[in-house]
């Protein structure tokens, strides 16, 4: 069983940087892919930026440059820094986890809104 918790979503200003954070509780932490995922309203979810056990990281092209993703293994958690943030970044933000063998993302947290003003 995995479970996931986000924290560190909230209002900034265009410009300004967010850091999410996502607590993971699960067995083995190295066996997981971690994503970061969004969802705006109207929109479809999107992997923003995912992390191997390895740390090898993928970014969608809209936030490359921008967004970084890393992870700790010693306290299970991922992390999604965020700068020079945009408008069009504002949505609900998700923290997921798939096993290193599966292709899709299985285990998904309750989301946290970050609101981007212009």
């Known amino acids: 069983q995995v479970e996931l918790a986000e924290s560190g979503g909230g209002l900034v200003q265009a410009g300004g940087s967010l850091r999410l954070s996502c607590a993971v509780s699960?067995?083995?932490?190295?066996?997981?892919?971690m994503g970061w995922f969004r969802q705006a309203p109207g929109k479809q979810r999107e992997l923003v930026a995912q992390?191997?056990?390895?740390?090898?990281?993928g970014y969608e092209d809209s936030v490359k440059g921008r967004f970084t993703i890393s992870r700790d293994h010693a306290n299970s958690r991922v992390y999604l820094q965020m700068n020079s943030l945009k408008p069009e970044d504002t949505a609900v933000y998700y923290c997921a986890a798939r096993e290193v063998t599966r292709p899709d993302y299985d285990y998904w947290g309750q989301g946290t809104q970050v609101t981007v003003s212009s």
């Open positions: 992390i191997t056990s390895g740390s090898s990281t």
């Open positions: 699960v067995r083995t932490f190295s066996s997981y892919v």
